[in-house]
């Protein structure tokens, strides 16, 4: 079956960085983008970036664009995300996902992804 695993987070402080990376494994990577969604508590999950499989076209939330970094390992099935100059209020849960297809359109669209992680912990704060 497919499975996610993220790791990398923890606590770090305003200013500080991460860098998170997601290993999949018993998934087909074709026409497939993969990316990085986070949730914090009382809040809906919501798009932070993702990379389409195949030639590596990055898409990014507003709220993270110039900060964060998204990347790919095609040889291990893996995808990071560098985080720089965090804020406090980038603290959340951040969960992995993958999906078929790479209609731009909606490829920050939550509900069309189709695998998750379990997620992983970033707390930032002084």
């Known amino acids: 079956q497919v499975q996610l695993v993220e790791s990398g987070g923890g606590w770090v402080q305003p200013g500080g960085s991460l860098r998170l990376s997601c290993v999949a494994s018993g998934y087909t990577f074709s026409n497939s983008a993969m990316g990085w969604f986070r949730q914090a508590p009382g809040k809906e999950r919501e798009f932070v970036a993702t990379i389409r499989w195949i030639g590596g076209h990055t898409y990014y939330a507003d709220s993270v664009k110039g900060r964060f970094t998204i990347s790919r390992d095609r040889t291990k099935n893996t995808v990071h995300l560098q985080m720089t100059s965090l804020k406090p209020e980038d603290s959340a849960v951040y969960y992995c996902?993958?999906?078929?297809?790479?209609?731009?359109?909606?490829?920050?669209?939550?509900?069309?992804?189709?695998?998750w992680g379990q997620g992983t912990q970033v707390t930032v704060s002084s």
């Open positions: 996902a993958v999906r078929d297809g790479v209609i731009t359109s909606t490829i920050r669209t939550v509900s069309t992804y189709t695998h």
